[in-house]
């Protein structure tokens, strides 16, 4: 019987707000956090949803001096984490082995596309180049802590922070750490954004999943983390969980390097997989929070997907990325959070934006926020360009 | 328009890396996407910035690649009806 | 952590030395410059050049030293493929980000957007291999590899999977050498790489590259290389190196003296070789040795190691060539391999031979 694991505490900062509480009422009110770009210096005038404070109010936040190097990325992953940790009462300094594990694709780019030709020519911009790339993020964020004993940066685009989960589980399940502190962060950089642009797939407008009209995704910004624990930790402590990550899934969709399947093969296998290991069936999913970003390829990608492996008993199906945004490597965080807090407060976030049912579905996502349902059983879905899917569970027991 | 037809088909293979092809492998009316050259949805979005980068063609919704870019032909006709440059 | 027998049954390689060989682990060749480039097959032997024609040096490297590495198994299709990368596909990333600064964010090609994120080695690997399986990739520096082997061993343990593809892969392009030139990576000057370590003295170490593929699997073959017994990966330790080397020879039943040989990132580099002094004491000096002599330094080099590590443990005998000692030594049968990146991320791999 492989060892049970919970979640004992969460943080999350968005274009949702900083924390847990506004992150909540966000959600409830369906407030979305897409807008016009604020902080980033770009030509595009193109709806993102970015983090609601700049780099000198973060790290105000956190009692960190203006004049310290530090990204944006990881001022907002530290805080997310902080967060986490202090929700979880995790007791850091006692001699556990926590990991620290975060997903994340761009790193420092924030920075390196500001100065790549400093990087070039002179010695000026020196920290930065060493703050480039993934890894290096993680381990700032880990050493404003000090209390970690493994660090990991696994990076698979839009799916990076759901594997982050999978990876905390398993060290936890393998027994090789005691806890770990599990998600992603990315801020929206020009490199990432003026990328998605090229692919076409950017709306103009904010963004519609699952609407037969759509036209792209917003992208977003973001971190969020989860702290996970064995179950005997939990009793030890005498902590109440928030809930159980009972499976997940990881498939490759293998199809091409940006394009999902037509069925969404590696997307059904995902769900499969986080089905098989979370030991129930499609009936027992009470909500699935879609990746839905609200291209034409994903969305109708995804949504076959679903119908192979729901048949005709498809839960409530939303994609939050109309409030959030697209936080690409910090998705599989914000949505395991947003997931977790809805099973918690009792309600499905809405799927906004949404008003013309799409022909190749057999199913409609959840346009308005419905509150008192009773949901056991939340699936995740995080898929990421490559065919990088993973899906995760999350049970209230 | 014969000398547009091969001009556009070095760029082509310039910007798509088509390595080993030569202008006077591709047939002007053979298709470029799924059979004939084999071109794919990214290269369909490379096409698109080529027409806006040497020919001030913009286009703002993907979809109408799928009948300019049926063949060289059709490519070339519809620059040489809206180029800006 | 020890774990249940896992094998490894495939190996490839490109590097700075012959390509898809191991003629370059037995006899290396010496290089005289501070920055190496791979020697690389001629990818026309595996590629259809329209079919490759967005594929950048990494990818193409990567995609054959994985077909090489499973044909060397004797496998067509693995259950999981993991990808270690420092710095992920540097190329088109400097393509696309020159051109988004120069064009001022106009008239940019998605094509080297696309083959910039780091993931897409290991996609484009399932891509091509057309396997559905368990992917993932790790971005995590010096440790990068070892990252992703940690998370195939996991997965092994829960017997989610019976085989694995784990491979490593970095680029060092010119630019790249320049920035971590800047950061002291590398030597000014190199009369000899093969000489590098033993001679080691002051900054820096040389710059190399590479793709190395590895199959593993929890079912021995007749052409096994090495047995990999058990591993751990660990951040900033408390405790000393060698009081947690310890730990992990007690946790796999074996002691100090069981293990005919030690080999180590050692690059060169005066601080970075200091880092290892006390395990190398620990065991002796006879029993040590390095690889980055034969691979240079970069994000991924571990991976070499492990591939130099099991075509010894083969042969049961460590060339002169890499030992600290400078004389051959044999018999080997256990070995094991400890590698550090800037004394903040450390990995041990305890390897027997079958």
Known sequence: MPRRVFVTGMGIVSGLGIGLEETLSSLKNSRSGIGKIKYLDTVHDLPCAEVPLSEMEMKHLLDIPADKIVTRTALMAILAAKEALQNSRFPVKEGYRIAFINGTTVGGMEKSELYYFDFLENDTRNDYIEAHDCGSLTETIADYFGAFSYVSTPSTACSSAANAIVLGMNLIENRLVDAAVVGGSECITKFHLNGFNSLMILDKEPCRPFDATRAGLNLGEGAAFLVLEPEELCSQRGVEPLCRVSGYGNACDAYHQTASSPEGKGAALAMKKALEMSGIDSYSVNYINAHGTGTSNNDESEGRAIMSVFGDHIPPVSSTKGLTGHTTSAAGGVEAVISILAMLYRFIPANVNFRNQMPELSFSPVAEMVENVDLKHVLSNSFGFGGNNTSVIFSKE | MDELVLKLKEEIIEVLNLEEVKPEDIDDNAPLFGDGLGLDSIDALELIVLMEKNYGIKLQDANQGKEIFKSINTMADYIAKNRKK | ?354
Request: proline share 4%; net charge negative; hydrophobic share 40%.
């Open chain 3, 1 to 354: 952590m020890h774990i249940k027998p896992i094998y490894i049954n495939g190996l490839s390689a490109i590097s700075i030395q012959e390509p898809l060989s191991t003629n370059g682990i037995l006899s290396p060749t010496a290089y005289q410059q501070p920055h190496v480039r791979c020697i690389e097959p001629n990818f026309r032997d595996f590629f259809d050049p329209i079919a490759s024609r967005r594929m950048s040096k990494v990818i193409k490297r990567a995609i054959v030293t994985a077909r090489r590495s499973l044909e060397d198994a004797g496998i067509q299709m693995p259950d999981a493929i993991v990808t270690g990368t420092g710095l992920g596909c540097v190329e088109d990333t400097e393509k696309f980000l020159e051109a988004m600064i120069r064009n001022e964010e106009k008239f940019l090609q998605p094509a080297y957007f696309i083959q910039s994120t780091h993931n897409t080695i290991s996609s484009q690997i399932a891509i091509h291999l057309g396997c559905n399986g368990y992917n993932n990739t790790y971005i995590h520096r010096g440790a990068s590899f070892e990252n992703g082997l940690m998370d195939v061993l996991l997965l092994f343990a829960k017997s989610e999977i019976g085989t694995a593809l784990v491979t490593g892969n970095d680029e060092m392009t010119p630019a790249y050498f320049t920035f971590l030139k800047r950061l002291g990576y590398w030597k000014d000057e190199v009369s000899d790489s093969l000489a590098l370590v033993k001679n080691g003295c002051g900054e820096g170490s040389f710059a190399g590259e590479g793709s190395v593929s590895v199959v593993l699997s929890d079912k021995i073959s007749e052409h096994s290389y090495a047995r990999i017994v058990g591993s751990d990966l660990f951040y900033r330790p408390q405790d000393t190196i060698v009081k947690r080397l310890q730990h992990f020879l007690a946790e796999n039943n074996i002691s100090a003296d069981e293990i005919d040989w030690v080999l180590t990132g050692q690059n060169g580099d005066s601080a970075n070789d200091a880092v290892y002094q006390p395990v190398i004491d620990y065991f002796g000096k006879e029993k040590s040795g390095f690889y980055k002599h034969i691979c240079g330094e970069f994000f991924t080099a571990s991976a070499f190691g492990l591939m130099v590590a099991s075509v010894f443990l083969k042969q049961r005998s460590v060339p002169a060539h890499a030992t600290l000692n400078g004389v051959e030594k044999k018999p080997v049968n256990k070995m094991l391999i400890y590698n550090h990146f800037k004394n903040k991320d450390h990995s041990f791999i305890l390897l027997s031979s079958c």
